[in-house]
């Protein structure tokens, strides 16, 4: 049987971008992207909140190969990385192979003729000989478990499906949460509403943020001087490594983290006036154990005299405001859910049933083995499928980082399958077992098993209490995705 397609791209993010020009490369043309969303760009699509921005330096969250010397700032805003997937789009041609508005709802690996069926919430089906699921782990957004959240009588909105249409103006507005969105939201409306009650569970490390703008100067710098560019990418590089994958995974090895945290305290004395509300923002888990956030106006906000820290657990939303423990009702008019997203909960990696091998569903692989994946790539019994945000893939780094590293992979097992004339490719058990214990046996030097996590509520752990983030370096995770051995895999024909 022909396919449809030899490769299908679920998703239209950074993740199938950066696949996408990787595949072109290689001279495999023959693909389609399908994506949920009426717009390119993943996150930077869906998410528009007042405040957005990247969190890593911008000269790290481009790709290699399309680097940009014109971000406003050393932290780009959001509309300017969703520019730049359109810009991307346009760029490597990629507009009329993808078919935006079609949501993948299912897809079943066809043993006899080695495709994928693809099922899509138009009703239209695709075949595809390979899947690429780059759906990333940010696409759903989680609502908190909270009783009567259903009863508010205001708008209530996520972070994540931002409703620009409500003035929040003058309003009592309440966010729930305090993770990487709420940093960037709190600051950005605190001095329009009247009355801002933030709900905390866990405080967030909070460290300074050398942002600053970029002007054309320095833009007519980086673009004339031999070797400028460069030295600011080394330079942004190096910064991202140290401050999350070598404190997370090297932790008591390299004594970055105590610097870290001895920063980040200062970074909160001088900012936070009154003591007690400084105390309850001290984080008391150790840096790693969930992303730190970088800013320099969110901890001065809970300075301002219409901004209140709540720290009691929430009871119960009502009608017209938040109750707590202890009973106290917080009135508020509009209620913001900054509550993050499901990431390692059933039904989003990815979020669509995944038959392989003799009906074998994914979710229910991993829910009897644990999360684990080839170099985050490949799970055994699922052949042609390939992941760009696998468990066991990312480190931490920068995602562009992982994109270009994870297509790496995926290219060249499909350059072999084609070598090959191959039409299934399936990474051996034994390849996927020697690769899960190398991971597990790297744990004793990680934050999340060496560090004081327990507080952290961090999403960084599954239910099983793995953190499934890969142990390694940035430079050994790029030179593994070149030199893995493909004999790792087979390659078998239909028939």
């Excluded at 409703?163 to 600051?187: N, W």
């Excluded at 190096?238 to 980040?264: D, N």
């Excluded at 001065?300 to 009502?318: K, M």
Aim: hydrophobic share 35%; aromatic share 10%; net charge neutral.
């Amino acid at each position: 049987m022909q396919p449809d397609h030899e490769v299908a791209v679920v998703g239209a993010g950074f993740s199938g971008i950066g696949t996408a020009i990787a595949l072109d490369r290689a001279g495999i043309r023959d693909w389609t992207m399908l994506e949920e969303g009426d717009g390119v760009g993943g996150a930077w699509h869906w998410n528009t909140y007042p405040g957005i921005g990247v969190d890593i330096p911008s000269f790290s969250y481009q790709f290699s190969f399309e680097q940009r010397s014109d971000w406003s700032r050393v932290y780009a805003p959001g509309d300017e990385l969703k520019a730049y997937a359109e810009h991307c789009v346009e760029r490597y041609r990629l507009r009329e192979r993808i078919r935006l508005g079609t949501k993948v709802t299912g897809a079943t690996f066809d043993e006899r003729d080695h495709v994928w069926r693809l099922t899509t919430a138009t009703g239209q089906a695709t075949t595809a000989r390979h899947v690429v699921d780059a759906t990333g782990v940010f696409t759903q957004p989680q609502t908190p478990d909270i009783a009567g959240l259903d009863t508010f009588a205001g708008p209530t909105m996520h972070t994540a499906r931002w409703d620009h249409d409500e003035d929040l103006r003058g309003r009592r507005v309440a966010i729930v949460g305090t993770g990487a969105s709420a940093v960037q939201v709190i600051p950005t409306i605190a001095p329009e509403v009247e009355r801002l009650t933030v709900f905390q569970r866990t405080p967030i490390w909070c460290l300074q943020k050398l942002d600053r703008p970029l002007g054309p100067r320095l833009h007519g710098l980086l673009r004339r001087v031999p070797g400028a560019q460069l030295a600011m990418r080394l330079a942004s590089q190096s910064f991202v490594e140290a401050t999350f994958p070598l404190p997370a995974h090297f932790h008591g090895v390299v004594p970055i983290a105590k610097v870290g945290e001895r920063q980040g305290l200062a970074h909160l004395r001088r900012q936070v006036n009154d003591p007690a509300v400084r105390e309850r923002l001290t984080p008391r888990y150790s840096l790693g154990c969930k992303r730190p956030a970088f800013s320099n106006e969110y901890l001065p906000a809970f300075n301002r005299p219409n901004v209140e820290l709540v720290t009691d657990s929430i009871e119960a939303v009502e009608p017209n405001g938040v109750r707590i423990a202890g009973g106290r009702l917080h009135e508020v008019e509009v209620l913001i859910l900054a509550t993050g997203f499901k990431v390692f909960d059933s039904g989003n990696m990815p979020p669509f049933p995944v038959c392989g091998r003799g009906g074998a569903d994914l979710e229910q692989w991993w829910e009897a083995n644990r999360y684990q994946a080839y170099e985050g790539v490949s799970v055994p019994g699922f052949p042609n499928w390939f992941m760009i945000l696998g468990p066991y893939g990312y480190n931490g780094a920068s995602y562009f980082t992982l994109i270009e590293n994870q297509a790496r992979h995926i290219v060249r097992c499909l350059r072999r399958a084609r070598r090959d004339a191959a039409t299934a490719v399936e990474v051996t058990p034994e390849a996927n077992r020697r690769y899960f214990e190398q991971m597990l046996s790297r744990r004793g030097r990680q934050v999340f098993f060496g560090g004081s996590c327990g507080t952290a509520n961090s999403y960084y752990f599954d239910s099983r209490g793995d953190a499934p983030f890969r142990p390694a370096t940035t430079a050994e995770v790029a030179w593994r995705s070149g030199h893995f051995p493909l004999e790792d895999y087979r390659f078998t024909r239909a028939g």
